[in-house]
């Protein structure tokens, strides 16, 4: 099955510095492109787990004794690596966009290109989807997903007409749902703001910013010191989240100080942010908002 180039390929895995005998995981498996790179840097005696909720995935299983996939939402991350007998890993890897897979099958509902139910499920076994949010959620909390997960400044006229077009029928499909968007869609600037409403939409449906969270808190435990992180994030709303907790093992605030000033933190950033060259976002269009940060446990 097609998934996509995966993004900042060598970069990201170069980023675990891998021990040919250590212990990985690839929360985010999807067409399976990191996790075969990270295979190929692997001795005998080396493991790695992967994590995927979405059974598409699953065609893409790597045919290796040393390979597992768990198809499971890497929130459960810990849960599920103490069930096969694993407690400390040397490294853990996230590549945080929805797959060129998802956009390209029309039926789920991630693209503005496509006449589609309104899904954008990750997990198709999930009870919410889009057509809930957009039908079901009263207008404050349609406002609240606009404003805080498209950051969006007219998300409460937005809020209100969707409410208001409601009123005269289900709202059905992905073109269905354009039409009532129109009058906020400028012509030169109609693609940026549907992705920006859609995204708020995809970040509601799959608790992205929640999953994000409870995933990272498990990283320090997990990781032996020296362990790495080498994640990357597609939008500012994650990004944020990796970048604080990297930082300070928070994601607001500043951590406690001791009687002599001095800061206790779980991470040290390694190397600054890592971006796709032009010559890959030419190749791969997908990858231009990639931002790649690596961390190590201290």
Do not use: C, W
Request: proline share 4%; glycine share 8%; hydrophobic share 35%.
């Amino acid at each position: 099955m097609e998934y996509h180039n995966p993004v900042l390929l060598q970069e990201t895995v170069d980023g675990l510095n891998i021990d040919p005998e250590g212990v990985y995981v690839d929360v985010t498996f999807g067409g399976g492109g990191h996790s075969r790179e990270i295979m190929k840097r692997l001795g005998p005696g080396g493991r790695l787990y992967a994590f995927d909720q979405d059974r598409d995935a699953l065609e893409n299983k790597i045919d290796d004794p040393r390979f597992m996939l768990v198809s499971e939402n890497f929130r459960l991350v810990k849960r599920f690596l103490r069930f096969y007998g694993v407690k400390k890993v040397d490294g853990i890897l996230g590549d945080f966009g929805v797959s060129s897979h998802q956009f390209d099958v029309a039926e789920r509902g991630f693209s503005t290109r496509f006449e589609s139910a309104l899904d954008m499920r990750m997990d198709q076994t999930s009870n919410l989807s889009a057509h809930q949010v957009v039908n079901e959620y009263d207008e404050t909390g349609l406002r609240r997903v606009l404003l805080h997960y498209g950051e969006l400044r007219n998300a409460p006229k937005i809020a209100r007409t969707i409410v208001s077009a409601r009123k005269n029928g289900e709202i059905k499909t992905t073109e269905g749902f354009k039409e009532i968007l129109t009058p906020f869609l400028p012509r030169h600037r109609e693609h940026k703001i549907l992705a920006q409403i859609y995204q708020a939409i995809r970040i509601e449906v799959n608790q992205e910013l929640e999953v994000l969270k409870e995933f990272l808190l498990q990283t320090q435990e997990l990781l032996e010191p020296g362990g790495r992180l080498s994640l990357i994030s597609y939008h500012s709303l994650e990004d944020r989240l990796v970048k604080r907790y990297i930082r300070s093992g928070m994601f607001e605030g500043e951590p406690e100080k001791d009687m002599f000033g001095n800061v206790s933190v779980p991470f040290k950033k390694v190397g600054g942010l890592v971006v796709p060259s032009k010559d890959e976002i030419e190749k791969n269009n997908r990858a231009r908002s990639a931002k790649l940060r690596i961390a190590e446990r201290i």
